[in-house]
């Protein structure tokens, strides 16, 4: 059994184009909760596995839901270090093709508790551009991006190309040399950060998780720096009065909150 999402996902109005459909199965209310996505190599290394278990579980704990793309490795050990109940799914193919086929028992659990998630019509078997729109979806749904581990060239550096024109914060592990080759060079470039220390970091994304989840739908529409015409499309009361009170601003023709 599937349906379809009867509204609209404020997080993804940052993608390029907003899917036509969505088919579910599952808990739609994690959608409206603080997310955070994960994502890396389909072969982590054990360090990688490790923190990427520890990681997905406290952030989880704390009350984040972990997005990812039900791949094998880093994927899969954020679903489960989060949880069946506490993770979302995004699949490149139909909500009723369980894809890999390695996975299909964490996907069944994740539907049955958590949420599953695509744009694919049931029965599309995944191509590989479907992962391309995939990884966008996983990345547009998070508040910030994960990469625990990749390297130059891989299908994560994808997904961090969304998270920099969509101005996600980005967060990697650090790796030692000649290991993660990517993820280093995001860290030389300063284009993003690394996590030295779980704790702290979960404790300072769960207190910003608290702050977004406070957040009216107007707000969260407007946090992902939407078009003025698009939040004129949904909310056409509100920007006017938001305006006024100062609470968000127009820059180049997009709405910010202040």
């Known amino acids: 059994m599937h349906n379809t999402l009867p509204f609209i996902v404020p997080e993804l109005s940052s993608m390029k184009r907003y899917p036509e459909e969505l088919y579910f199965r599952g808990n739609v209310e994690l959608l409206h909760r603080p997310k955070i996505s994960i994502v890396g190599t389909r072969r982590p290394n054990p360090y990688t596995r490790t923190m990427t278990l520890e990681l997905s579980r406290k952030l989880s704990h704390s009350g984040i839901v972990i997005i990812s793309g039900a791949a094998a490795g880093v994927d899969a050990i954020a679903h489960h270090g989060a949880g069946a109940e506490n993770t979302v799914a995004i699949l490149p193919s139909g909500i009723d093709v369980r894809y890999p086929v390695a996975n299909t028992k964490l996907i069944e659990a994740i539907e049955n508790q958590g949420l599953t998630l695509t744009p694919f019509e049931p029965g599309f078997g995944a191509r590989e551009w479907s992962f391309v729109v995939r990884n966008e979806i996983v990345v547009a749904l998070g508040d910030a991006l994960i990469v625990t581990e990749a390297d130059i060239g891989s299908g994560s550096m994808r997904s961090v190309e969304y998270a920099l024109a969509m101005e996600k914060p980005i967060y990697v592990l650090p790796h030692r040399l000649h290991e993660s080759t990517a993820t280093r060079l995001l860290l030389r470039e300063g284009k993003a950060r690394a996590i030295d220390d779980i704790?702290?970091?979960?404790?300072?994304?769960?207190?910003?998780?608290?702050?977004?989840?406070?957040?009216?739908?107007f707000l969260a529409f407007?946090?992902?720096?939407?078009?003025?015409?698009?939040?004129?499309g949904h909310f056409p009361s509100e920007i006017f009065e938001a305006e006024l009170?100062?609470?968000?601003?127009?820059?180049?023709?997009?709405v910010a909150v202040v």
């Open 245 to 254: 009170s100062g609470v968000v601003e127009v820059r180049n023709g997009r």
């Open 222 to 232: 407007c946090r992902n720096n939407p078009t003025y015409e698009e939040v004129m």
């Open 199 to 217: 704790d702290s970091f979960v404790a300072h994304i769960s207190q910003k998780g608290k702050n977004r989840g406070e957040d009216t739908p």
